[in-house]
């Protein structure tokens, strides 16, 4: 790896190596394999965007491992401007009727 | 009177006496037979063939603890008697001579193993039925490589080369048509007038009955480059080494 | 029965199984082939890092073993080749969790699919060696120009020919020419003397490969180094094609003009 290619942002090898290593090792010591992360990612996205208005491109599932112990990191942009509703879910303002008849789309 | 036979698969040990003649008493003297030469049996496995004999399962696990604690193990045991075949099987004992190959259970490999490592000489252990006379020999034909054992009660001829990490273990003489790199123990059962021959004699260990040689890594690789014929064999209580145009003389 | 089964094994850890089976996998997929490479090594996996592909591992040939997904679940496709797949090994279990009898049927089920099942086997001769053995068709042995690498092959190569699953076919794999020249390492015609066995491919040393496993670009990709080719020339040789072994100039021209010979 030359001066010129630093210069131009290219990684060395090693470098890349090192970054791969990082995150191999800490889903070895969870014991998650890495591409069930992406799973995770998508279960918790289709769930909470049920509820609240979400930034789905900034969804962020990681794994940590400090001090012998792994955690399952979550992080998740909220969308201002949100009422508490997803979108795309219609408000039903329909009164509660006496019996309870189950409703078509729910 | 026990009887050490060479076959294809092994060794067979043939433990006859008089019908009353109890199985312990055989299996002393079997004992006393390992105790006189640890050397070739040690690590190997053995089959027996106990005749008429009607042997109970505590019989045979005796058998197998005394051979235990001989590093060897027992694979087989022959007998006319089907309420001792039957014991036999129940213990997971081969009750016949199968051929060895496939695929052992554990790493390692039976002795004498591979397919080709069957005699084809008049002079060679013959197949399973018919009884050889220890003094028969064993003749290979292929390279035997390391890891595996050679062991006959009489004579080993190797057409082949023998690798570093082979062992030939014989009661009688070694011959190697080839290169002689692994470990050669001739005599093994006790006859120092037993020799050890080969094309090219670079072997990591030689013994021949109680004597022992190793010679120096750039000795090995002296008499290699070398590359003449030679025999071992022991004078003056030493193992020695004579080129086979010296030898003719030696031998008259 | 056609010989789609073939297993990478040497005996000796370290001497480039898993980069041979993820470099001749990859280049019989460039082939047009379609290949499955498929880690042997429970426990302490390799295959998936070497070809970089690490980070899409949702299954494993245990989870499929054990019937917690379909096999179409655990492989993972390789988007650098045509039709180019892994199966990966389990991570946290060990060599007892698959017997060989459960590795013969998983090859038997990819046979349905794939042309080529390529098996990176463990080192040492125990369970892991016997599981990734027990399905071939053919077992190329890898070794290093060096004694004991050499040492452990020979004994490898007599265990695969007592389970009846010879004749091996050597891979030289680390030559270095120049210390060949100098006296100072092995010499193929030394390493035919002791193995005597067909020699399938000579691997030189080559920088490229550190490079590749740090990115995890196995280097039959990136096309020139002398190991790519060498790895390329293994893959034509085993579907057929008659490739000439590049003899290496072991001998410098003053010892051919001595007239010795290698």
Known sequence: ?106 | ?252 | MEEKVITVTSGKGGVGKTTTTANVGAALALLGRKVVVLDGDIGLRNLDIVMGLENRIVYDVVDYVEGRCRLRQALIRDKRASELYLLPTAQTRDKTAIAPEQMVQVCDELRKEFDYIIIDSPAGIERGFQNAVAPADRVLVVTNPEVSSVRDADRVIGLVESYGKGPVQLIINRLVAARVRRQEMLSTQDIIDVLSTEIIGIVPEDEAILASSNRGTPVVFNGKSPAAIAYRDIARRLIGENVPLAQPQTTSWWQRLLGRTE
């Open chain 1, 1 to 106: 790896m030359n001066f010129v290619e630093r210069l131009l942002g290219k990684r060395s090898s090693a470098e890349t190596a090192k970054q791969r290593l990082q995150l191999v090792l800490v889903h070895d010591r969870a014991e998650i394999p890495p591409g069930v992360l992406a799973l995770i990612k998508d279960d918790i996205v289709a769930v909470i965007s049920q509820r609240v208005n979400i930034d789905r491109e900034q969804v962020v599932v990681s794994v940590t491992h400090e001090d012998q112990a792994s955690r399952l990191v979550v992080d998740i942009p909220l969308l201002s401007g949100s009422d508490g509703r997803a979108p795309g879910r219609s408000l039903n303002n329909a009164p509660r009727s006496s019996r309870r008849t189950p409703s078509a789309s729910s």
């Open chain 2, 1 to 252: 009177m026990i009887a050490i036979k060479g076959y294809r698969q092994g060794l067979l040990i043939v433990l006859s006496g008089p019908p009353e003649e109890p199985w312990l008493t055989r299996l002393r003297e079997l004992e006393s037979k390992l105790n006189a030469n640890p050397g070739f049996f040690r690590g190997g496995s053995v089959a027996f063939d106990a005749g008429a004999m009607s042997l109970s399962e505590d019989d045979l696990r005796r058998s197998m603890a005394l051979l235990a604690a001989h590093e060897i193990t027992l694979w087989a045991v022959l007998s006319r008697d089907e309420a001792t075949r039957a014991h036999v099987r129940s213990l997971g004992l081969a009750d016949r001579l199968e051929p060895a190959s496939t695929a052992p259970a554990s790493g390692s490999s039976p002795d004498n193993s591979a397919p080709s490592a069957v005699a084809s000489s008049p002079h060679a252990a013959p197949a399973e039925e018919g009884h050889a006379d220890a003094t028969d020999g064993l003749l290979v034909r292929r390279r035997v490589r390391s890891g595996q054992v050679l062991r006959h009660p009489g004579h080993i001829v190797v057409i082949g080369d023998v690798n570093p990490g082979a062992q030939l273990i014989a009661g009688g003489d070694i011959i190697v048509w080839g290169r002689l790199q692994g470990v050669a123990h001739a005599g093994a059962l006790g006859d120092d007038q037993a020799v050890v021959c080969a094309l090219d004699m670079s072997p990591t260990l030689i013994r021949i009955a109680d004597a022992a040689y190793v010679p120096r890594p750039d000795e090995i690789r002296s008499r290699h480059r070398a590359g003449s014929a030679e025999t071992a064999r022991i004078e003056d209580q030493q193992i020695r080494f004579i080129a086979w145009d010296k030898q003719l003389r030696a031998f008259e």
